[in-house]
């Protein structure tokens, strides 16, 4: 994974990691909270073998055999001739097996040193145990090594460190735990968020937008909940989103200059793209700059523009092309004069009938002849065949995709199907990205931007 890939991973998924450390070091807090605090008391024993003071050889072999013997009697110490021995000598009520449970045995690598350390939820008792078995440990041993004609052991065994009493519990540790459980709920959110990522095949930036589909990434749209209520131009005419949907409008004029697109359907794959929302601000900022400009709500089944730009959806393009009325009589002026709308009309039978036929053909090449640019409302692609149909009488296709919601699938599958009828993309947008950084440009007055959404309310 290149460092780029991470950070922008880390970016995305941040409330997943943090969810994940968050849980484990709960888990972590609650099982230190409930366990009960450990102490140990440990005794030293020194092992030593019977040697002729004056014999130098004899000294050698001692130590050889006392070190030996150290490594059998970390068992031996174990075993229940020494923990019976203590349990009759406290008083305890602990089987040998069980009291063997709290002592560990270590070796002191090449000495004669053995460590014997017993582990209670009582310091005094953890002391108390490992005393006793200092004395039972140092007792048995001789017996076990004297012969029945040898007139001394040939090993002795000596306490050379007495169990001290325990000042702090060496289990938990909070600290170390705590640290541990960060680690490990760090290692497995980014597990979960690389995982999430491979698995999720929803479109997540311009760069990938770019990549899958093989157009230009015309601009992005951020999200905002207000875009969904009114255009820019009412809302935040000259605010960072305002300027994404002109950047938009100025890339169009870049695209095959060679050929005109005049008449522009937007549509996106499968609808909460919020092409309706940029058709309508696309047509608006492209009205700005003194074109003449149409907007048509080609989406028969679930007609959204009109309501947005708060028109009525009276009679509109279905009875345009049944010739119930005329074009004149059915468009309507918004924002002074600033833009024309055809809303849908009446809900046909046959949309896709209807948008493929050739009184739509005709009325879009009327429609050329008058107006710059004619911006069109289309329905979804891949769930009716109404936007197929559409956009074969058009110059163009802008593809609105959403952020996270468009999987590369259907984006591909969308291309294929307007490939399929010959319409040429001329780019696509992401839609409902990530905010800017940037705050509003500021080019225009306060009295103008209220000015301006005073004229834009009157319509």
Known sequence: MELRTGVRLLRERWLLITAAVAIALATAGLLTWKQTPQYTSSVTFFISAWTDPGDVASAYQGGLLS???????A?????????????????LDLTPEELATKVTTSVVPDTSLLNATVTDASPAEARRIARSIGEHFAAVVPTLENSSDAKQAAVKVTVVNEPELATAPVTPKPVRNLALAAALGLLAGIGLAVARRALDTTVKSAEELQEHSGVPTLGTVAADRKLAKAPLIVHDPHGVRAEEVRRIRTNLQFVDVDRPHKVILVSGALGNEGKTTTSCNLAISIAETGKRVMLIDADLRKPRAASFLGLPNGAGL???????????AAVQPWGTDLLTVLSSGSTPPNPSELLGSRQMRELLDELRSFYDVVVIDGPPLLRVADAAATAASCDGVLLVVRKGRTRREQLKESLELLGNVKAPVIGAVLNFAAPSKHKSYGYGSPKADRTLMAEARTR
């Not at 174990?78 to 923990?83: G, H, K, L, N, P």
């Not at 092309?321 to 074009?327: E, F, P, Q």
């Open 67 to 73: 070190e030996q013997k150290v490594r059998s009697y």
């Open 75 to 91: 068992e031996l110490l174990r075993t229940r001739s020494v923990m019976g021995g203590v349990i009759e000598d406290l008083a």
């Open 318 to 328: 279905t009875d345009v092309l049944v010739d119930t009325t005329s074009l004149e």
